[in-house]
């Protein structure tokens, strides 16, 4: 049987951990969807191995919080970038401009002769 692990390496190992999420969440940035909840997880995974650090004396990893913090700003600024304001001065893309009045289509002809009431032929 295995003796119980180190209860030093823990703060370490959660940087470490935090430093994996970090990086996960950096690679799947184009999906804010799946990246910001990994880089969130990462950063309280990454605050909970510094508080043990502080608290226990022990060894840990810092540069995962550092790397969730990125993951997370790059991630929500892709997320909010499709509602960013443009400016009032730029009309949306799909109303037609103001001083161009609308043209309506031409009318088609009527080819056929008109029918009679009773349905048969004139």
Request: charged residues 15%; aromatic residues 6%.
């Amino acid at each position: 049987m295995r003796p119980p692990p180190d209860r030093s390496l823990w703060p370490a190992s959660l940087g470490m951990t935090s430093l994996v999420l970090g990086h996960v969440a950096l690679i799947v940035f184009f999906l804010p969807v799946i990246g910001v909840p990994v880089a969130g997880c990462g950063l309280v995974i990454g605050l909970a191995g510094v508080l043990l650090t502080c608290v226990r004396r022990g060894v840990g990893l810092r540069w995962g919080l550092a790397v969730c913090a990125l993951a997370l700003g790059i991630n929500l600024a892709l997320y909010r970038a499709p509602y960013a304001d443009l400016g009032t001065d730029q009309p949306p893309s799909w109303n037609p401009p103001a001083e161009r009045a609308f043209i309506p289509p031409p009318a088609r002809r009527n080819c056929e002769r008109p029918r009679s009431a009773a349905g048969g032929a004139p």
